[in-house]
């Protein structure tokens, strides 16, 4: 892929230089900038900034840093004035040039700054959402998140989105002193070490930052959450959400998310609802990132399967069976069910987690129950 530069500049010729670099070139406006500095907008492999003309750099530079620390800044000034250098250093930018600017100074320091691009890996995001209250959905999410930390530790967070009413904590057994709303609060500090210092490590093996006990007064704004997603994309190998189905911000920020999990029963109302969410969520972010789950299942259903799908207009990908009492035991013991793995229920989440991240399953471990498609295989043999 080739780099690309975008150029805040009223000096055509300076477009025109980097042009002659070879590389893509795009000019763009202050305001323009002021939109690339936030959190999850889309970033050049390098950014030029001409001040020639400035006194001060512009404040959107250090905002851009902080969010996208691995964007390359190219500073072309007047003269090496050491008020505006130190500034430079304090933000972050990377290199500088001066008036008059040469081809080959110009091609340097680009070829310096791709030299040094650190590529970004990011982990997958699962967002799980219950059709309706009652559904499963927390269970859902913590039995996925728990099998993934199983599967590989020391890499799954879970993210309780549900600010003031979540209850991943009580599944988990923990009692965190922060919460979602620190998270949130404090965007603009998010970094390993205050990261580490609000998530909990529970006995289950994965990280949780889960819901506050506080009351809330307000929502929280898109960007905000659409910032901690981001963040949690880049520090964890697999980020687990439990989101709230009635908390609209949340559901318009997921534009992180690897998979979109919606979480459905066989009761009329339940189905109904999701048949507007589904229509909503593949609109926004399209049907191919979009997976129907099913609880709690019952062959003896009046609503069945075939109803469910054609409902929503998607497949029902997985099913869990219906163990009420189980997965009752394990809330109320704050130990997730996959822990014990000796049951229809806790194989079933076990497979769907595996699948979610692409995990092959184990030598000698047999696919899961939940599987449909395992399950008509089964009935075929």
């Known amino acids: 892929m080739s780099t690309v530069i975008k150029v805040v500049s009223s000096d055509p010729q300076l477009a025109q230089l980097l042009r002659e670099t070879g590389m893509p070139c795009v000019v763009i406006s202050n305001d323009?900038?002021?939109?690339?500095?936030?959190?999850?907008?889309?970033?050049?492999?390098?950014?030029?900034?001409d001040l020639r003309d400035e006194r001060q750099m512009p404040p959107a530079v250090a905002q851009l840093k902080r969010q996208h620390p691995t964007t390359g800044v190219l500073l072309v000034i007047s003269q090496l004035d050491p008020a505006l250098m130190l500034e430079a250093m304090r933000a972050g930018v990377n290199e500088c040039v001066t008036h008059p600017v040469a081809l080959s100074?110009?091609?340097?320091?680009?070829?310096r700054l791709v030299k040094n691009l650190v590529p970004v890996t990011r982990g997958e995001v699962f967002a799980i959402i219950g059709a309706k209250g009652g559904v499963g959905a927390t269970t859902v999410a913590v039995?996925?998140?728990?099998?993934?930390?199983?599967?590989?530790p020391d890499s799954t967070l879970l993210i309780d989105l549900n600010v003031a009413c979540g209850d991943a904590a009580?599944?988990?057994?923990?009692?965190?002193?922060?919460?979602?709303?620190?998270?949130l609060d404090n965007v603009q500090r998010l970094d390993a070490a205050f990261f580490s210092g609000i998530v909990v490590r529970s006995k289950?093996?994965?990280?949780?930052?889960?819901?506050?006990g506080r009351p809330v007064t307000g929502g929280f704004e898109a960007p905000r959450i659409r910032a901690l997603l981001e963040f949690a994309s880049l520090s964890h190998r697999y980020t687990v959400l439990d989101v709230?189905?009635?908390?609209?911000?949340?559901?318009d920020s997921l534009e992180a998310a690897t998979r979109i999990v919606l979480v459905v029963n066989q009761e009329l109302a339940t189905v109904r609802n999701a048949g507007r969410m589904a229509a909503t969520l593949k609109q926004r972010y399209g049907p191919n990132r979009l997976t129907i789950v099913l609880t709690r299942t019952d062959r003896r259903a009046e609503i069945g399967h075939e109803d469910v799908e054609r409902t929503l207009g998607l497949d029902v990908k997985?099913?869990?069976?219906?163990?009420?009492r189980l997965a009752l035991q394990a809330m109320n013991k704050g130990r997730p069910l996959v822990l014990e793995n000796n049951s229809e229920l806790s194989g079933a989440f076990s497979a769907f987690a595996r699948d979610l991240a692409g995990i092959p399953l184990a030598k000698g471990q047999k696919p899961g129950t939940g599987s449909l498609f395992g399950r008509l295989a089964t009935k075929r043999a």
């Open 32 to 49: 323009a900038l002021m939109g690339l500095s936030q959190s999850g907008a889309p970033q050049p492999d390098v950014l030029v900034v």
């Open 105 to 111: 100074e110009l091609q340097a320091a680009v070829r």
């Open 143 to 152: 039995n996925v998140a728990t099998s993934l930390a199983k599967a590989a």
């Open 170 to 183: 009580v599944f988990l057994g923990t009692e965190p002193r922060f919460s979602v709303m620190d998270a």
């Open 204 to 212: 289950a093996g994965l990280d949780l930052l889960g819901a506050s």
């Open 244 to 251: 709230p189905r009635s908390d609209t911000t949340a559901l």
């Open 318 to 324: 997985y099913t869990f069976p219906s163990d009420y």
